[in-house]
């Protein structure tokens, strides 16, 4: 019961930094972004990631990442981003609408972002922290195990985000079920992960498969 609660209590405080740093980026660089956001929050985050037993070497790097990546992402978030209003003046365009279409091109980094802290395991990403505690065999299979999950996630996600298959749009439900079986490649459960895996090209193919016998 206090390691599901403090689980719960770490995800809340990821989704609260992740907020505090792009609010914190309105209108401000990315390195001082990263730099005032490392100050205030990571020893908190590392604190949490060592409380569910992430060593504190990986916790550390997780945790300084997921701030640049937010750092960087803040930059071209609306309403305010720098990138977006040098781009859009650069060809005589509407910085909000640029700032919209920036995050919806880079929505899959506002989630990825989060997984270097979610699990030890989701750490090997980083692949150092893994490989100086479990060894290279384990650090291979499991980088190469969490990079086809993240990249298959991408995948759920852009065509979610697209609403196109086979040149017919997708329904809202179907947009959703992507969603949700992106989402279940990222949960830091083996057997949830398996789920994902097998209903993803699933659903995929069903979706695909109605839309040539409708054609």
């Known amino acids: ?16 930094v992740a907020v505090f740093s792009l609010i914190l980026g309105m209108g401000v660089p990315p390195t001082a972004t990263y730099i005032t956001a490392s100050l205030l929050t990571a020893p908190v985050i590392v604190r949490f990631a060592t409380a569910m ?4 070497q990986a916790a550390l790097l997780a945790t300084h990442m997921f701030l640049f990546y937010y ?13 977006n209003f040098a781009a859009a003046s ?23 972002a989060a997984l270097f802290l979610t699990s030890y395991e989701t750490t ?23 990079f086809a999950l993240v990249l298959a996630a991408i995948w759920a996600f852009t065509i979610a985000n697209v609403g196109w298959i086979g040149g017919r749009a997708l329904s809202v ?6 969603v949700v079986l992106g989402g279940m490649l990222l949960v830091p459960n083996w057997l949830i992960n398996a789920v994902g895996a097998v209903g993803l090209p699933a659903f995929y193919l069903l979706v695909k498969k109605s839309r040539h016998e409708t054609a």
């Open 90 to 112: 650069v060809f005589g365009v509407n910085p909000i609408d640029v700032g919209i279409k920036a995050a919806k091109v880079a929505l899959p980094k506002y989630i990825i």
């Open 173 to 178: 439900l179907q947009r959703v079920v992507f």
């Open 1 to 16: 019961m206090v390691l599901t609660s403090l689980f719960q209590s770490f995800y809340v405080a990821i989704f609260f």
């Open 53 to 56: 037993g992430i060593p504190e």
């Open 71 to 83: 750092a960087v992402l803040a930059d071209i978030t609306p309403p305010v981003g720098l990138s």
């Open 124 to 146: 090997a990403l980083l692949i150092m922290p893994t490989l100086l505690t479990e060894g290279l065999q384990y650090t291979v299979y499991m980088f190469l195990v969490k």
